[in-house]
């Protein structure tokens, strides 16, 4: 399967802080990857580097086969990026910055910018900085779509969108990656939208990755486990037990292994469990049980 991104043993510190070391990971060709995270994980440093933007400590990015640091100008035109829902250049009108783009990319596709204007209901002679922030970011994905990338990445791409046009956005993604050859690399906190979307999931955790592995797996396998134990007992601790907290007087814990198995690994130091249950999770939810509330 080809590798649209590859990034081999990113180091990367600002000042003295470590964000993550020999952090690895590929994406293939076709697949919607969401990279989630807490606050201050590392995600927005992740898309600067696969951007250019900032050169990491040490290690390698390749974007479409080429070393992140020497892109070719074909290769970048096959690129499309979205930085927190930024789009620049708000000086211009809708159809003054549809026309300044339309000159770098040889497959620019005008019809599906203004579709998506047409029903965003902006006028062509609006000037953008006269727009709403969900405005601006409408137009920042307009614009994209029109680009007709093979690798889009896009950090916070639902940043002040309403829940319509987040929708609207989900189902354009969807349609853009259905055909097999384009490739999402793509972050947002809005979860619920990121279950309708991505094929794999990556989530950091403060200076690591903490899993990469595909949606599905996720929301088959990964369960929250109530149940309740004697007065004074505490569970026992296991890595494959995740997160495990009283919460209103009642444990929980989370786990990608089936519900005899917790049983065992949480009565292993003779604790005794009673009314042990399984509960299936929403993305959301199951984020939560993989990096913990706070
Ligand atoms: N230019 C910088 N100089 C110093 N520290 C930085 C710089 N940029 C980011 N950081 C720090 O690095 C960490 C990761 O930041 P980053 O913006 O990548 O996180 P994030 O996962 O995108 O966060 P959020 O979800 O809040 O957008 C944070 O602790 C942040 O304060």
């Known amino acids: 399967m080809e590798k649209v991104i590859k990034c081999k043993n990113i180091t990367h510190y600002y000042g003295e802080k470590l964000i993550y070391e020999n952090l690895n990971f590929e994406v293939e060709k076709g697949k919607v990857l969401g990279l989630l995270g807490k606050n201050g994980t590392g995600k927005t440093t992740i898309i600067n580097i696969l951007n250019g933007y900032l050169k990491p400590c040490s ?17 970048k035109a096959k690129i499309g990026l979205l930085l927190e829902g930024h789009v620049q250049h708000t000086y211009f009108t809708i159809e003054q910055i549809e026309k300044y783009y339309r000159a770098f990319f040889p497959n620019w596709k005008r019809d599906a910018f203004y579709g998506l204007m047409e029903k965003l209901k902006v006028v062509p002679h609006q000037k953008i900085n006269h727009m709403s922030c969900g405005q601006r970011s409408q137009v920042a994905l307009g614009l994209l779509f029109a680009q007709d990338p093979e690798l889009l990445i896009l950090d916070d791409f639902s940043m002040g969108l309403d829940p319509g046009y987040r929708r609207l956005f989900v189902e354009y993604l969807r349609d853009f990656a259905a055909g097999g050859d384009k490739t999402i690399f793509l972050t947002s906190h809005i ?14 955790d403060y200076g690591r990755l903490l899993i990469h592995k595909p949606t599905r797996e996720i929301m088959e396998n990964f369960h929250r486990f109530r149940f309740s134990l004697n007065e004074g007992q505490v569970p026992t601790e296991h890595e494959k037990l995740w997160n495990t907290e009283k919460n209103n007087g009642q444990w929980i814990t989370y786990s990608f292994e089936p519900l005899e198995t917790v049983r065992q690994l949480l009565e292993s130091k003779g604790v005794q469990v009673a009314d042990l249950k399984e509960e299936t999770l929403s993305l959301e939810d199951a984020f939560i049980g993989l990096t913990g509330k706070y």
């Open 59 to 75: 290690g390698e990015c390749y974007l479409l086969g080429e070393n992140m640091n020497h892109l070719t100008p074909a290769t």
């Open 191 to 204: 979860i619920q939208d990121m279950e309708l979307l991505i094929d794999d999931c990556m989530i950091l």
